[in-house]
């Protein structure tokens, strides 16, 4: 019986090479001369950390970050989770980004009952952080997936794992 996988990974890699670039703009533009600005990456709590000097130069180091981290990976931007501004050390600021990885299981049963309402003839089951879809012909996965990707729009969902 077919079957494929909808997840929500992020690319790292991407994501690094990003946040380099971003690092090397803010370097190399005057207006950030002399300044706390800068951006970095917690690989492993998956969390970006923005420094500057005042709340808008927050916003242009995300005016330089969010434009090259949708060049490396769609939709990407949509993943963030932004936390409050922080004061740190008199008059510098930081915000953190949460990377979200993985369906959270609210989204996953939304998923679930588009696909169970839609009367295509698939099962739709969650499995951790991902949802699995199976069925009988690969048309109705193929419809299945077209109908996910066209409805959920406000996070970054994948397909994979397409087995037959």
Known sequence: MPSFDFSSEADMVALKNAI???GRQIDA????KGTSAKVELNEKE???????????QLDQIKDILFPAMEKREKESVKRLDHQAVQKISGNKVKQE?????GIESELAKKIVKLIK???????AAIQGDA????GAKRDDLQSAIALVTKTITDFPIKYGNFRD
């Not at 998956?46 to 808008?56: A, E, P």
């Not at 309402?117 to 099962?123: E, G, H, P, Y």
């Open 20 to 22: 380099d670039v971003v």
């Open 29 to 32: 533009r005057y207006d950030f």
């Open 46 to 56: 998956k969390v970006i950390t923005l420094f500057g000097d005042s709340d808008f």
């Open 97 to 101: 980004l949460k990377i979200k990885i």
């Open 117 to 123: 309402d839609s009367k295509l003839k698939v099962q």
């Open 131 to 134: 949802v699995r879809v199976s």
